[in-house]
């Protein structure tokens, strides 16, 4: 097997372990809600201490990509996702969740900014295509856990939940990182004072600023529907099943947005990514004003196209703005931008929800965030695609 596709597998395998921890927050939310006596804001800020958490660590872990191997930096890292995913099997209170699933946040830093450092150095030619692919691993968990968990959680219950994907993320580590063996060191380090002394001109660039408010934007308009979609098929009368059947359909709908991040490749990174945030625009104000459990799912389907090429886009644009050697920082960077949306998202939505007694709020606030992020991208000056 060669290195490209041993780190294309053990970048998907890293990232589906790291998401189903992540993701499954959305669907056994309403049982720990019931169980722990928590209203809508402080449900929402259980899942932001994993944004806070993964905020603080992103910009680090994407400078120490930029100079240090990888899987070393993965290894450090990960085993926190295992740990504190365990721990919220025992949370007995909103702050000791907070504190659980703020140690699995940390640790989820390196599900993302290493690994697609890691993709595009192995398929440099099309990174659009091959991160489309990495996306794939991001949203193929939703899609099974969404199926499973209608018959998982009444017989393991929420807290059997977190503690086998806490288990089965540990049990993963050390073969996912050994299929990388050989592809871990940047092509082209330097060190780390000359780095920083280019990092820092990236910091000074208006458009690196403006590009990351898009991602932070985007970020904040997809993370309604991914954490409040069950308790809102509930407010529909939906059972429990539909609550699963919702994220199997964010699921396996995205896995088709993989073909936008490929288009990409073909007509440049910024048409591309305005296409797709129209798409969730869409998708959201649909879902804001559905009537019946039935437009709900087909609103989200819509919604789940364009999170099947979200992440990748902004990984592929980040790259063609800033060359592969500043790639890993100005990615952790973005994410810290990215993770203010992840932070404020659950709990604006929450209060929104427990004010106005609906949802349609905060889905009309993401998804007119959704359409403010595409001129703000459009500030990014590309060095590839986007040339001209």
Not at 123 to 146: C, E, F, K, P, W
Request: hydrophobic fraction near 55%; proline fraction near 4%.
């Amino acid at each position: 097997m060669s290195n490209g596709r041993r780190v294309l597998i053990a970048s998907l395998s890293v990232a589906f372990m790291v998401y189903c921890a992540r993701l499954v927050y959305g669907m056994v939310m309403p049982y720990m809600m019931q169980d722990l006596g928590l209203n809508h804001a402080q449900a929402g800020l259980i899942y932001s201490s994993y944004a806070a958490a993964y905020m603080i660590a992103s910009p680090i872990v994407g400078f120490l990509v930029d100079v240090h191997d990888l899987r070393r930096v993965v290894l450090a890292f990960l085993p926190l996702v295992a740990a504190g995913t365990a721990l919220m099997a025992a949370a007995s209170s909103l702050w000791t969740a907070i504190l659980s699933f703020g140690i699995a946040g940390a640790g989820a830093s390196v599900g993302w900014t290493p690994l697609v450092t890691w993709v595009q150095r192995a398929y440099a030619g099309r990174r659009g295509t091959y991160l489309g692919a990495l996306s794939v691993s991001t949203t193929a968990g939703i899609g099974i856990l969404g199926l499973a968990m209608p018959w998982i959680i009444p017989r393991i219950g929420w807290r059997g939940v977190w503690g086998v994907l806490g288990l089965a993320s540990a049990a993963w580590l050390i073969p996912a990182v050994w299929l990388a063996r050989d592809f871990t060191s940047p092509p082209d380090a330097i060190p780390f004072s000359r780095y920083m002394g280019e990092f820092a001109r990236v910091l000074r660039d208006g458009a690196f600023w403006l590009s990351g408010g898009s991602y932070m934007a985007a970020t904040f308009a997809v993370i309604t529907p991914l954490t409040f979609s069950a308790d809102y098929a509930r407010y529909l009368g939906a059972g429990a099943a539909w609550e699963g059947w919702i994220f199997a359909v964010i699921g396996f709908v995205s896995i088709a947005g993989m073909a936008i991040p490929a288009l990409s490749d073909r007509v440049g990174r910024k048409r591309t990514l305005a296409l797709n945030n129209i798409i969730m625009a869409a998708g959201l104000a649909g879902s804001a004003l559905a009537g019946s459990i039935q437009s709900l799912a087909a609103w989200t389907a819509v919604v789940a196209v364009s999170y099947g090429g979200v992440w990748a886009l902004y990984a592929a644009l980040v790259r063609d703005m800033y060359g592969s050697r500043l790639a890993g920082g100005a990615m952790g960077a973005w994410v810290v931008m990215g993770s203010l949306g992840f932070l404020l998202s659950p709990p604006v939505d929450g209060f929104l929800i427990d004010v106005s007694g609906s949802y349609t709020s905060p889905y009309l606030l993401s998804a007119a965030l959704a359409l403010a992020s595409i001129p703000l991208a459009f500030a990014a000056r590309g060095r590839a695609m986007d040339a001209s």
